[in-house]
C-alpha cells in the first residue's frame, strides 16, 4: 500500500512538473537591425523597409523582413499608405517558410501633450504562408512617445512605444483567432543629420505560440530612419 503511495506522489509529481514547465514562456535573446527609407513627392509619400532579425541567442539569422509601401499625404498629420511585405521565417533549422503580406496603414501624428510628442501607427494585414492556403488576417495598433531631453532643435529624445497584434481569424498555417503578441520599447532617438535618426533600445516581445505556449524575446534594438 505504502509502495502504490509512493508512486502515485510520484507520479503526481512528474505530472506537476511537466505542467510548470508548459506554463513557463520559452525565452530567447535576440538582435532587430532595421533600415527604413521614408520619401514624398508631393502629396505621394513612400518608405522601403528592410529587417534582419538574428534569433537563437543572437546566433543565427530567424526571419528577414522587406516591406515597400507607397501613399497619400492626406494633411500634415495623417498619411495613408498601401504596402506589400515579403517576410522570410529561418525560425525552424533546414527550413525556410516564406510569407506574403499586404497591408493597409494609417500614420497619425496626434499631437503634443506635456512635451510628450505622440503618433499612432494602425496596420490592418493579409497574410498568405507557403505552408498554407488560408488568408490569415490581423490588426496592429502601435502607439509612440518621444521627449526631447533638452530644448535643442536637435535633441536626442527618450523614446517609448508598444505595438498591439490581434489576429481576426483562424488559419491553417498556424494563426489562431485573438490576442497574436504585443511588443513594448524604450530607448533613445539621436539625431543624424536633416531628419534623419537612428533609434537604439530594448524591444520585449511577448507572443503566442500555439505549439509551444508563449514566446518571450529580450531584444537590442538597432533602428536607422533615413528621411528626405
Not at 495598433?141 to 527618450?158: G, M, Q, V
Amino acid at each position: 500500500m505504502i509502495g502504490r503511495a509512493h508512486l502515485l506522489l510520484a507520479g503526481l509529481c512528474l505530472v506537476a512538473s511537466h505542467a510548470r514547465a508548459a506554463a513557463e514562456p520559452v525565452q530567447d535573446g535576440q538582435l532587430w537591425i532595421n533600415t527604413t527609407l521614408f520619401g514624398s513627392v508631393g502629396d505621394v509619400a513612400f518608405f522601403a523597409e528592410a529587417q534582419p532579425r538574428i534569433g537563437s541567442g543572437i546566433s543565427r539569422l530567424d526571419q528577414l523582413i522587406l516591406r515597400p509601401a507607397v501613399g497619400w499625404k492626406v494633411n500634415e498629420s495623417l498619411t495613408l499608405y498601401q504596402g506589400y511585405a515579403y517576410v522570410e521565417d529561418h525560425g525552424t533549422p533546414g527550413r525556410v517558410s516564406v510569407e506574403d503580406r499586404s497591408f493597409q496603414e494609417i500614420n497619425w501624428k496626434i499631437g503634443e501633450i506635456a512635451g510628450v510628442k505622440v503618433s499612432s501607427r494602425t496596420r490592418f494585414e493579409q497574410r498568405w504562408q507557403s505552408g498554407g492556403r488560408d488568408v490569415g488576417f490581423r490588426l496592429r495598433e502601435n502607439l509612440r512617445f518621444a521627449r526631447p531631453l533638452t530644448e535643442a532643435k536637435d535633441s536626442i529624445s527618450a523614446v517609448g512605444w508598444t505595438e498591439l497584434f490581434v489576429a481576426l481569424n483562424d488559419a491553417d498555417w498556424g494563426p489562431r483567432a485573438g490576442f497574436d503578441r504585443i511588443r513594448t520599447f524604450v530607448g533613445l532617438e539621436l539625431p543624424i543629420g536633416g531628419q534623419s535618426t537612428v533609434e537604439i533600445g530594448y524591444l520585449n516581445q511577448t507572443a503566442r505560440a500555439p505549439a509551444r505556449g508563449t514566446e518571450l524575446d529580450h531584444i537590442l534594438s538597432l533602428n536607422l530612419f533615413v528621411r528626405n
